[in-house]
C-alpha cells in the first residue's frame, strides 16, 4: 500500500512538472511570436519581455489558485505591492510615451500587457482574501507587522518610503510630473515587494520545506522579469536625468533592480538547484542554520 502511495505521488510529480515544462515553452513560443510580429530588433524590446515575464507570473498564481482551491503559500502584501506597481506604471504608460519600449510593441501591446498584469493581480487577491481566505495564512503573511494596521494594510511599510522617494527623485523622460512620479513610483516598489513573499517561505521552512511548485515558479518570473528589465537600463539608465539635468536619477533606478536581483539572489539558487535536481523546491530556515 505505501509503495503504491508513493508511486502515486511520483506519478502526479512528473504530471505537474510535463505541466510545466509545457506552461514555460508555451511562454517562449509566444514571446518568440511577439518578437517577429512587434519588434524591429530593437534593444528596447527587452522592455515588452519583461512585462511579458511579469504577466506570465501573475497568471501562473490564478492559475495555481484556481487549481487548488487555497491560498496556501501566497502572500497577500505581495500582491498589494504588485497592484500598486502596475496601477502606478499604467497610470504613466497610457498618458506618455517617455518611458515606452521604442519599437511597434510599445505603440498599444506594452500598454495591453501591463493590464492584463494588473487584472491579474486583482484576481489573485480577491481569491485570496475571498474566495480562499479560510487558507490564506495570514499568520505567517508576518513581514515588518506594525500593530496599528491591519494585517491587510502590512504593505504601507513598503509603500509610503517608496512614495516619498518617487515625489523626491524622479526622472523626467515626460516632462509631466504626475507620470514621471507615477513610473519613478512603481519602479522603487517593485524592488521590494517580493520582500513578503520571501519573508512568507521563510517561516514556512519551519514546517515544511518544499514550496509549491506553481508559487516558486510565478516567484521566478517575477525575477527573471526584472532581470530582463535590468539589462535594458544597464546600457539606458543615463537617459533618465531629472529637470535639472542630474543623471543620479538614472543611477539610483538602476541601483533598485540590483538590489532586488539581491534581494532574490537566494532564491534563485535553490530555485536552479530544484530544476537541475528535478526535484520540488526547498528553502531552508534560518532556525535551521543556527
Known sequence: MLQRLKKMASTLSKQRQRGMVASWLAFFCVSAFVFVAFSDGDFSFLL??????????????????????????????????????FATRLCSILRHEGYLPYDRSG??????????????????IFLVHFTFNLSYEENNDTFIAVPSLPSAAGAVVIVAPCAVLAVLLHPALNRDWFSDVNWAFSMYVESFAILPQLFL????AAVTATVE??????????????????????????????????????????????VHLIIMADFFYFYITSLKRGIPMQLPSYSSQV
Open 48 to 85: 515588452t519581455y519583461s512585462s511579458l515575464f511579469r504577466c506570465f507570473g501573475m497568471t501562473l498564481l490564478v492559475a495555481k489558485l484556481q487549481r487548488s482551491g487555497s491560498a496556501a503559500g501566497i502572500s497577500a502584501k505581495s500582491l498589494h505591492c504588485y497592484a500598486v506597481v
Open 107 to 124: 505603440d498599444w501591446l506594452y500598454h495591453c500587457i501591463e493590464g492584463a498584469s494588473f487584472l491579474a493581480t486583482c484576481a489573485a
Open 213 to 258: 511548485p506553481l508559487i516558486g515558479h510565478f516567484v521566478a518570473a517575477l525575477g527573471f522579469s526584472r532581470l530582463v528589465e535590468m539589462a535594458f537600463w544597464m546600457s539606458s539608465f543615463t537617459e533618465l536625468s531629472d529637470r535639472n539635468g542630474s543623471r543620479s536619477v538614472g543611477g539610483l533606478v538602476l541601483g533598485c533592480q540590483v
Open 201 to 204: 517561505f521563510q517561516k514556512q
